[in-house]
């Protein structure tokens, strides 16, 4: 009954890999969006979608790459990973896109360690 | 300077103790503020969320806001070691780029309540 899910939980690679990371909802929410959290635990937003419609991004490296094939599911691609990368990447979704203060449901995230 | 910012502690208490976390903003277009609670290698999760100057109160929790002074406060009465954990102050923003609603986050306080 997992509302928010991320796959994997963890990833460890290589400077230079491309990898990407799997989000899904399960609560019926139009909205998604990928945050990264650094080693400061400070959180900012990436990018989001509604209903399969890139709608936010937030001055992110080209090397992203988001990907939603239906409104349940949230994608992201990194391709030629860099040390600045490893973080915590956490997914979320909320209701609607245009309701003021909607609040967002957050995964699990993913820890990525680029070495 | 971020727009919304937080000491990030650690903030170190006992059981039982009054708890007082802060948040400091710089935009004061900003009308809404929440809480978010994070656990250790958890997602963040709603805790309380308000509009207006004043108190709100839920359970052991009050969210206190001061528009004046752009200052918002959280206080936890009889704090309990489960509200250890990192807690973040969001608003939700306009993106720049293409206006829809987005959360900005202050960089979260980290709390350790002692038995």
């Known amino acids: 009954d997992t509302a928010v899910s991320q796959t994997p939980k963890y990833l460890v690679t290589q400077m230079g890999n491309d990898k990407s990371i799997k989000c899904e909802q399960n609560l019926g929410h139009d909205t998604m969006y990928w945050y990264k959290q650094d080693s400061k635990k400070f959180l900012k937003i990436m990018f989001s979608y509604n209903n399969k419609e890139l709608i936010i991004n937030e001055t992110v490296p080209n090397r992203f790459s988001p990907k939603s094939p239906d409104k349940a599911h949230l994608n992201l691609h990194i391709n030629s990973l860099e040390l600045g990368d490893s973080a915590v990447y956490f997914c979320?979704?909320?209701?609607?896109?245009?309701?003021?203060?909607?609040?967002?449901?957050f995964g699990p995230g993913t820890r990525l360690l680029v070495l | 300077q971020k727009e919304v910012e937080q000491d990030p502690g650690p903030l170190s208490v006992p059981e039982g103790a009054i708890v007082s976390l802060n948040c400091t903003y710089s935009n004061s277009a900003f009308q809404y503020f929440m809480w978010y609670r994070q656990y250790s290698r958890k997602g963040p999760e709603l805790l309380m969320y308000t509009y207006s100057s004043g108190n709100k109160e839920d359970g052991r929790f009050t969210a206190q806001v001061d528009k004046s002074s752009k200052y918002i406060s959280l206080f936890i009465r009889d704090s309990q070691p489960s509200d250890s954990a990192t807690y973040l102050c969001a608003t939700p923003w306009a993106s720049e780029n293409t206006g829809f609603q987005k959360l900005v986050f202050g960089t979260g306080t980290r709390l350790l309540v002692s038995p």
């Open positions: 979320a979704s909320s209701p609607k896109v245009d309701r003021v203060g909607e609040t967002q449901y």
